[in-house]
């Protein structure tokens, strides 16, 4: 527990430890990879049961599937156009992998992978290397004049350019932090509030746990806000992906 005497480590529960013991002991094999081939096996065991019946009218898990499936593929066709089927798979896989890393991590005892910058960076890292690859596919070397606004005055091109790249290399930071930094911060809270129920309840007999009250019902508000969160950074990290990836196509 986070609260011991009258001290919170807050920051306790994003500590790597080993998975499936021995054996993840010697192959560097950690908790975090755990709930990640958890997030995998959730998320294909939903598509294959959801869409095994293909019922005409699709009973809850299927309409379940299906939901999840048309809400990814319409973001894809709506920021990035037709050309968005081809990158569906990889939104679709991004956006789920977030979202049930995201949802995972709000079970007591399950490790939230998506709190750590070393994965959300090197999803936002992937991202990048996509969208460049895909604008040197489909542009070529004249990639490069997306740093020079077209109409732009030749005389501020020194200024220009510098500026369009560094704006275009902090993609990946800006995305990384914005998801590391809402999903720590909220499981930091969760840890404050419920050890201020726990110190409070042992510490003051009765009162305290009228007192210890208080943080249960910020932790229940709390609970409910997470939810919202989990569904928003991955949304946002799966459109702007998409948005990145309209530029890389269409190169405005």
Do not use: W
Request: aromatic share 14%; charged share 10%.
């Amino acid at each position: 527990m986070a609260a011991e005497g009258s001290s919170i480590d807050a920051l306790s529960q994003f500590r790597l430890g080993h998975g499936l013991g021995e054996v993840g002991r010697s192959v560097n094999f950690t908790n975090a990879n755990e709930i990640m081939l958890l997030a995998a096996a959730l998320i294909l065991g939903l598509l294959y049961l959801g869409m095994r019946e293909r019922a005409m009218v699709p009973g809850r898990l299927q309409a379940l599937a299906e939901t999840f499936y048309d809400f990814v593929y319409n973001m894809c066709i709506d920021q990035i156009g037709e050309e968005g089927k081809k990158f569906f798979p990889f939104v679709f896989t991004l956006f789920s992998f977030i979202l049930f890393g995201n949802l995972l991590g709000l079970f007591p005892y399950f490790f939230t992978y998506t709190s750590h910058l070393a994965v959300t960076g090197a999803l936002a890292l992937l991202v990048i290397v996509l969208v460049t690859v895909v604008a040197l596919r489909y542009h070529g070397l004249h990639f490069f004049t997306y740093f020079f606004p077209a109409g732009a005055p030749k005389l501020l091109a020194p200024l220009i350019i510098p500026i369009e790249i560094l704006s275009y290399l902090s993609r990946p930071v800006s995305l990384s932090i914005r998801l590391f930094a809402n999903m720590t911060a909220g499981h930091v809270m969760f840890e404050v509030f419920a050890s201020f129920m726990i110190m409070l309840a042992t510490a003051l007999g009765v009162i305290g746990y009228v007192m210890a009250l208080g943080p249960l019902v910020l932790n229940v508000a709390l609970m409910g806000f997470e939810l919202l969160v989990a569904f928003l950074q991955a949304y946002v990290f799966a459109i702007l992906t998409c948005i990145y990836l309209h530029d890389a196509v269409h190169l405005h």
